[in-house]
């Protein structure tokens, strides 16, 4: 797999970027401090990286026309998150750099691509199966044992089309309550703990990682990034190499997340890849010489990548739903620092900001 090559690009460029949520803010944020402009591509109107940046489309990701004109005012295309549709990807790719590659997005938006992908590369996973109907799910429970999960194929983030299926699950329900066409049963990993590591590659190869993170979960939403995570020396060489070898067969530029159990008996199995800035990664910003979304500008722009070296370790908390009415307290917390992502509506489930919590380094 080749990605796009050869172009750097100097600050007053414009970034493009696909998608307007609060990963596009904070990288518009970190473009505009290094001098970079950036434009937003997204179908909703006042998304929380409009706020940021003055140029806006706002248009379907299939409206070519609007792509075209997109792609005309723009020096070089980027997405963040995966459910950018990867024709979009690919259509902008003949006309600007794309970055990461159109190819990339293909594999990891899509979590069958994914886990074949990764089991060609010889990466560790949880043992897996597809399936197209509740026949085959029947037949893959059976393969995999229960407990198990049953996950969408494609669009499903922070627990949602997930569903756990256990001894007396009927496959029918879950079949129902997944609510896809398609998905993945994927055996269930008795683990120790998650984490991920944050890898980012630039355009001449070089690579650089921030430590492996532990994340633990709440209603399958990241509650909590804890940094460094509490593991052996040997299992983060491990999730790093693991991580060094994903970006390196994908000739990667830009960043890649890379979500990890570990086992009980200290295995590393690779979980979800995410080809953009992450959640977990979100720490960064205020205990690292260079955050995530800093990095992934670097990246994307052709530059020399930053430092990755913390000063601080941390412990990151996402606020999500009502817990963004908290703002007040936080704001008066000393050492806290939060982030909040401009959203006007509150509901349940939903991502609203951050606050990030700094330690003394161990």
Not at 79 to 108: C, M, W, Y
Not at 215 to 222: M, S, V, Y
Not at 264 to 290: M, Y
Request: aromatic residues 6%; contains cysteine; hydrophobic residues 45%.
């Amino acid at each position: 797999m080749s990605a796009e090559r050869g172009q750097l690009f100097s600050p007053g460029a414009t970034i493009g970027i696909l998608g307007g949520g609060q990963l596009g803010r904070m990288t518009a944020m970190a473009a505009a401090r290094l001098g970079f402009k950036c434009h937003v591509y997204c179908p909703e109107s006042d998304c929380p990286a409009a706020q940021v940046t003055p140029a806006q489309t706002i248009a379907p990701y299939d409206d070519e026309a609007a792509l075209a004109r997109f792609a005309a005012v723009v020096d070089v295309v980027t997405f963040e998150f995966e459910n950018v549709p990867d024709r979009t990807a690919g259509f902008l790719a003949n006309l600007k750099p794309t970055r990461p590659s159109p190819q990339i997005l293909h594999i990891a938006q899509h979590r069958l691509r994914e886990k074949d992908y990764l089991t060609s590369i010889g990466v560790p996973i949880p043992a897996y199966r597809a399936v197209a109907d509740p026949r085959a799910l029947a037949e893959a429970v059976r393969a995999l044992g229960a407990p198990c999960v049953l996950k969408t194929a494609q669009f499903g983030y922070d627990g949602k089309g997930q569903v756990r299926i256990d001894s007396g699950t009927a496959p029918a329900d879950a079949w129902q309550a997944m609510g896809a066409q398609s998905g993945v049963v994927e055996a269930f990993v008795d683990f120790a703990l998650e984490i991920s590591v944050v890898a980012a590659r630039g355009l001449d190869g070089a690579m650089a990682f921030y430590p492996a993170v532990e994340n633990r979960h709440r209603h399958h939403i990241l509650d909590r990034t804890i940094v460094p995570a509490p593991i052996a020396p040997a299992i983060a060489a491990e999730a790093e190499s693991l991580a060094r070898r994903i970006a390196e067969a994908l000739d990667l530029v830009g960043l890649l997340a890379v979500e990890m159990f570990v086992t009980r008996d200290g295995r590393v199995l690779v979980n979800e890849l995410a080809p953009r800035p992450h959640n977990s990664g979100h720490w960064t910003i205020d205990a690292c010489a260079t955050s995530q979304f800093e990095q992934f500008v670097r990246a994307v722009c052709g530059l020399k990548l930053g430092s990755v070296e913390r000063h601080n370790d941390a412990v990151m908390t996402n606020l999500i739903g009502d817990d963004a009415n908290n703002w007040p307290a936080l704001v008066a917390e000393p050492g806290a620092r939060l982030h909040l992502y401009g959203k006007t509506a509150i509901r349940p489930g939903r991502k609203m900001g951050h606050v990030t919590r700094l330690l003394p380094r161990s």
